[in-house]
């Protein structure tokens, strides 16, 4: 283990990181991950080790896996949307990795760039990449941006200072015609950016094989999430949660393989009634912006009142791996329009009008049993800030209780949000 930390040492030191700063960083990660999962659960599904290794070693094993991949001649590439397909990037022989921020901890290198109302995770993910606290972000060959919020396409021409990027013109109406006509375009001209800088050509074959390993991948979440609709739960909203979290970095083949074995461990607890939080708890549906790792501030406000999160319906939860698609088409332009279609189905709050996350939700709550939503928004997140004003409503109007949250990541707010919490789950 000593050993292997020296390693990432020079690891850490050949990506140019800020060591002092991602010292720092290492150095508190532990303990709050301790507090937060091991100390405050029981009987966790065994098939955590893996994500528990994971995430212990969040920039080590998985960071050596992209430099090596690289000195073979492998690209990586990064994104920080779900309107970026994987699957390109994969059947290009590339790696794709996800790099929202999800702390506060590297706000102090986006300071000064960034007005202050602006989101956390925006902040967070520029002053990772910035501050050179992130080695994801330190290997990246290239990101990829796309005009989802006015707060991201902005911090796309700060990032282009500092590294190659391309930005990817997501349309705003998705239901127009011409906005499925734009996205294939954009689709393709993603494509010819990407041949550019693996040096590989997209055909048809790549592209079939490189959607069945991604629609895989998701279909392990899904068993996972699947088994969440029962009661009990055989796994708290905190794990389930790290598991998604954890999908948007690691190797895809891997992924497949030990999501899947936490699902057949999962389906068996189901059927012998194994719980991680007691049988009867109340069930809470979360519904709003992405969770970037390491947040897990809400999940362990909630679920340490003994109640069960039962979902997400976020970027980080259902958002990711729902809209399966038939991988059918004889030419490329085929199977670039069966993506567009499957990413497009994505409800999304950046678009205009946004009706289909209503229709998610509602669907939900019924597929999960929740007896309640927490619609949880970032503060300074205006799309999803201001649907949180109208889902609220029209939750409340179908009987549904629900409690909307505006929060970021730091810990001033606990206490008020903890008395919040109580007292919407009280009144369940
Ligand atoms: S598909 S949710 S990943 S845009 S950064 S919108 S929190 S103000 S992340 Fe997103 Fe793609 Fe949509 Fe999903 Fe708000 Fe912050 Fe913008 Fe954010």
Not at 164 to 175: A, M, N, R, S, W
Not at 193 to 206: R, S
Not at 208 to 229: C, F, G, H, P
Not at 350 to 358: H, I, L, S, V, W
Request: with cysteine; charged share 25%.
């Amino acid at each position: 283990m000593t050993e292997g930390k020296t390693n990432w040492r020079s690891m850490w030191e050949n990506l140019g990181l800020d060591m002092e700063r991602h010292d720092m960083l290492l150095g508190v990660l532990p303990e709050i991950y301790k507090s937060i999962y091991i100390d405050a659960q029981k009987n966790r599904p065994e098939g955590m080790g893996f994500f528990e290794f994971v995430v212990g070693d969040i920039h080590g094993i998985r960071v050596s896996e992209l430099v090596k991949a690289q000195e073979e001649g492998k690209k990586v590439i990064a994104t920080f949307c779900l309107y970026i397909p994987d699957e390109i990037v994969i059947a290009l022989d590339a790696i794709c990795v996800g790099l929202c921020g999800g702390t506060n901890f590297s706000n102090f290198a986006s300071e000064g760039l960034l007005p202050t109302n602006i989101c956390a995770l925006i902040k967070s993910s520029l002053g990772f990449g910035l501050g050179n606290k992130c080695p994801y972000y330190a290997t990246a060959d290239l990101i990829i941006g796309e005009t989802t919020c006015d707060g991201k396409k902005k911090c796309w021409e700060i990032m282009g200072q500092h590294k190659p990027i391309y930005v990817v013109e997501t349309p705003q109406c998705k239901d127009r015609p011409q906005a499925r006509a734009h996205y294939i375009a954009e689709l393709k001209a993603l494509t010819k950016k990407l041949e550019e800088v693996t040096g590989n050509k997209l055909t048809l074959e790549n592209l079939k094989k490189a959607m069945e390993k991604i629609q895989n991948k998701r279909s392990q979440l899904k068993r996972v999430y699947d088994t969440r609709k029962n009661d009990p739960v055989p796994i708290s909203g905190k794990d389930a949660l790290l598991v998604s979290q954890i999908a948007f970095y690691d190797d895809p083949d891997r992924q497949i393989q030990m999501v899947g074995k936490l699902a057949e461990e999962l389906e068996e607890r189901v059927k012998d009634g194994v719980g991680a939080i007691s049988k009867g708890a109340k069930r809470i549906l979360i519904s709003g912006t992405p969770m970037a790792i390491p947040n897990w501030k809400m999940h362990h406000l909630i679920e340490n009142k003994g109640v069960a999160i039962v979902a997400e319906e976020t970027c980080t939860g259902t958002r990711y791996f729902e809209s399966e698609y038939e991988i059918k088409g004889n030419t490329l332009d085929e199977l670039i329009e069966v993506l567009a279609d499957r990413y497009m189905g994505i409800n999304c709050a950046c678009y205009t009008p946004n009706t289909g996350r209503k229709d998610d939700i509602l669907r939900q709550v019924k597929e999960y049993n929740a007896d309640g939503v927490i619609l949880y928004t970032l503060s300074f997140c205006q799309p999803y800030d201001i649907e949180a004003i109208g889902l609220e409503k029209e939750l409340k109007k179908t009987g549904i209780p629900v409690l909307s949250i505006n929060t970021d990541y730091s810990s001033e707010d606990v206490n008020q949000l903890k008395t919040r919490i109580e007292a919407f789950l009280e009144m369940l």
